[in-house]
């Protein structure tokens, strides 16, 4: 299976501040179609996880643009900039690109 | 506008065998690439995902569980079913089921308790 390796495990952010988290796999997440399917969610406390970039660095509907997604391969990253409180939760990214799907251990945004 | 709602029986006991359905309106699982997966996550943990079914009525598993799963549809394509065999405490977790890959849309979960 694809490992997907998270960091930081916990990230302290003050409001208003700019965050970035690294999503690292074990092997390429290029398909052979060509495209990367790396993603990214954020599961806020007591609810389901929601998606928030696709493909690496697409944002889905309705998403601001405060979040953005990079990377090639097997780095990735998520960038928030002027974190809001409603961005608290804990961030996955997940490969779709190998079976079976994986995600990362998670990333948890929380207030300094 | 899409949703999805997952249910099963609460708590079971070990043994015994897992059944969950997945009831989806907005979207029709017979349209072409279509796919409903399920996923779960132990609480405090990662998410895992287990199964996929697609518009075409082929099946996918995660190797580490697939002698144990079996995924299906219902004929009007507004039910996916999940069943997971022989139990144990270690299926204790929050079942997910969401639409499309990657995982555009899910539903509330429903928290299943392996117990004796």
């Known amino acids: 299976d694809v490992l997907m390796t998270q960091t930081p495990v916990s990230l302290p952010v003050s409001l208003g501040g700019q965050v970035s988290i690294s999503c690292r796999s074990s092997q390429s997440l290029v398909h052979s179609d060509g495209n990367t399917y790396l993603h990214w969610y954020l599961q806020k406390p007591g609810q389901s996880p929601q998606l928030l970039i696709y493909r690496v660095s697409n944002r889905f509907s309705g998403v601001p643009d405060r979040f953005s997604g990079s990377g090639s391969g097997t780095d990735f990253t998520l960038k928030i900039s002027r974190v809001e409180p409603e961005d608290l939760g804990v961030y996955y990214c997940l490969q779709s690109t190998h079976f079976p799907y994986t995600f990362g251990a998670g990333t948890k945004l929380e207030l300094k | 506008q899409v949703t999805l709602k997952e249910s099963g029986p609460g708590m079971l006991q070990p043994s015994k065998t897992l059944s969950l359905t997945c009831s989806f309106s907005g979207f029709s699982l017979s349209t072409s690439g279509m796919v409903v997966s399920w996923i779960r996550q132990p609480s405090g943990k990662s998410l895992e995902w287990l199964a996929a079914?697609?518009?075409?009525?082929?099946?996918y598993y995660n190797p580490s569980l697939k002698s144990r799963l079996t995924v299906s549809k219902d004929t009007s394509n507004t039910q996916v079913f999940l069943k997971i065999t022989s139990v144990d405490t270690a299926d204790t977790a929050t079942y997910y089921c969401?639409?499309?890959?990657?995982?555009?849309?899910w539903g509330q979960g429903t928290l299943v308790t392996v117990s004796s």
């Open positions: 969401a639409l499309s890959i990657p995982f555009a849309y």
């Open positions: 079914i697609d518009w075409d009525g082929d099946k």
